[in-house]
């Protein structure tokens, strides 16, 4: 029990709370917890959509198989984050994309009785849960809007000029991820982006380094976008 409450401090839901206050939250629900192996299937399109996932450990990505064949990652979340409320609270029977570990993963799942409970008791539960819900919706809006740029480039300037005004970090933005995942982000091939990168950084647009991208001229970085 000792591990949990460690593993939950950290978790979007019960931010703010004491150990005390979230060993005393799970004595009054009914939960259980599984491990994933990486790549595994924790919640699927045909399964009826009846938990919310708390990542205690690893990570997941969200997929949705296109009707073109095509299979676009939509979401990456890491430890303490929620998954999978959206659809449990929808009018949906089912889950609407593939959700799996993305590296080993230890997940906690509730129902949504169970989760019903705890927000409607704890003010600060429903804050978090609300907040939680309200930025997958804004994550899920902005992948929406990148996808909608076809080249890798339209796709570079998007993430960066979306990244320097979210952080607020001037013409020098620190990646909050590795390129690897950057490129999954943006649904390219890591060396495709590092081909594009290059150019853009031959053409005195970008210099980069490691995962420290400085923007030279942004007015060419609106440009592509708006190309």
Known sequence: MEQIIDMLSYST?????????IENALRTI???IKSYKSGELIFGVTQKSEHIGIILDGSIEVQKNLA????VTLLNKNKGELFGEGSVFSDSLTYPSDIFAKSPSTILHVSKDNILHLI????????NFLSSLANRVLMLNL????????SIQKKIAFSLLYLMNEFRSGDII?????????????NTS?????RELKVLVERNILFVC????KIIDNAALLSILHD
């Open 30 to 32: 009914d939960y259980f």
């Open 68 to 71: 073109s064949g095509n299979i």
């Open 13 to 21: 839901l019960f931010k703010g709370k004491t150990p005390t206050d």
């Open 190 to 194: 890591r060396p495709s982006l590092s």
């Open 174 to 186: 620190e990646l909050p991820y590795s390129k690897k995942s950057w490129s999954e982000y943006l």
């Open 210 to 213: 490691n995962r420290k991208i």
């Open 120 to 127: 409607s008791n704890d003010s600060i539960l429903l804050s």
């Open 143 to 150: 992948k929406t809007e990148l996808l909608s740029y076809r």
